[in-house]
């Protein structure tokens, strides 16, 4: 079997992590016998410097045909991130209706949370985040610029068909796992948007009696991420919402460096992508130093995704092991000294 893989590596530490992780989907294909051919894509902010554009004009036509795509990571410290969201993770996520994001935040044995008295295991959710409409829908514009009386209006949309879509995936989910929901909104506030959400969670919850379903406000749902993160099972949120919440995920269950997630397509008409959730850490670019596994697992759920099951779990349980084990290399943001290199070779042997 032949997996045909768009590679955007993106950037800052993008390549080089995209470059590190090589070898380890070469050992999985080949021991798991299938074929992944990463077709590379330079396109990001370096291309946005140089030409104006951050992918051709027939970016999304060239990645169509694709089986998947993987994605490194963007921004730019000279590229304002409205530019770098609104010309390519945006543009990929709605022209191929990746209207499902999926963000696990496990804290896994061996990793320290930066909350006092949970271990491994503790915490594990996963937040299912509408992704193509709510609060990043591009409605709106601005008016008057440079006047004293300039203005601003940015809507929200949220379609039936989008809002049931991730809810009932949520409910989905839920039934695989603990059975518990828990759907963030703000409709205190926003008595349209998010109370149209709040009637959709209701008509579908009567769908699945056996799943418990909390509701919260997005700023109480911030604090109980800390305050009892242990009593957390399926997240569902708007595109917004969700966004806020899964960097408040990665950091309590260890690093941002952990975090993977997958943008899916439902229907499989278009190719779903695969990226990690941290961003492009300018910081350290060219140190060596970047975590590799937020990127290895995000590539687990891509195996997943292809139907190579067996592949992905191996991948899964490789990182997992690496973790566990006390004398294992570790990259400076899990408190080691290990080089991104180093990591990666070690995850090879337990492969």
């Avoid at 591009?138 to 203005?151: A, C, I, N, S, W």
Wanted: glycine share 10%.
């Amino acid at each position: 079997m032949v997996h045909e893989v768009a590679s955007i590596p993106g950037d800052g530490i993008g390549p080089e992590v995209i470059d590190a992780v090589q070898p380890v989907f070469d050992d999985v294909s080949e021991r798991f016998g299938f074929h992944l051919e990463l077709v590379r894509y330079d396109w990001g902010s370096e291309r946005y410097l140089e030409s104006g554009s951050m992918m051709p004009d027939d970016g999304l036509d060239e990645l169509a045909g694709y089986d998947a795509i993987l994605l490194g990571a963007v921004g730019h410290p000279d590229v304002p991130d409205h530019v770098t969201l609104n010309n390519l993770l945006l543009p990929i996520r709605k022209g191929f209706d990746q209207a499902i994001c999926k963000r696990p935040a496990i804290l896994f044995d061996g990793v320290e949370s930066p909350l006092e008295g949970y271990n491994g295991g503790d915490i594990d959710f996963v937040v299912y985040r509408e992704n193509t409409e709510g609060e990043y829908a591009d409605m709106g514009g601005q008016e008057h610029p440079g006047h004293g009386h300039e203005v601003a209006v940015q809507s929200a949309v949220f379609t039936r068909t989008g809002t049931e879509r991730i809810v009932r995936a949520a409910f989905e989910a839920a039934t695989e796992r603990e059975g518990r929901v828990t759907s963030i909104t703000k409709s205190n506030a926003q008595a349209h948007s998010m109370v149209f959400w709040d009637q959709i969670v209701e008509d579908v919850s009567a769908e699945y009696p056996d799943v418990t379903v909390e509701r919260l406000l997005v700023d109480a749902a911030s604090m109980d991420f800390i305050r009892r993160p242990e009593e957390f099972d399926i997240v569902v949120a708007s595109n917004l919402f969700g966004d806020i919440l899964t960097d408040i995920g990665a950091i309590i269950t260890g690093s941002m460096g952990l975090a993977p997630s997958a943008n899916i397509n439902v229907s499989g008409e278009y190719p779903s992508m695969f990226e990690p959730v941290h961003g492009s850490a300018p910081d350290i670019v060219g140190d060596g130093v970047a975590n590799p596994l937020a990127t290895i697992l995000s590539a687990a759920m891509l195996f997943d995704h292809l139907g190579e099951t067996e592949a992905g779990d191996a991948v899964w349980s490789a990182v997992t092991d690496q973790l566990a084990d006390s004398d294992a290399p570790r990259t400076p943001d899990l408190g080691g000294s290990a080089a991104t290199a180093q990591v990666v070779a070690d995850l090879r042997t337990r492969l």
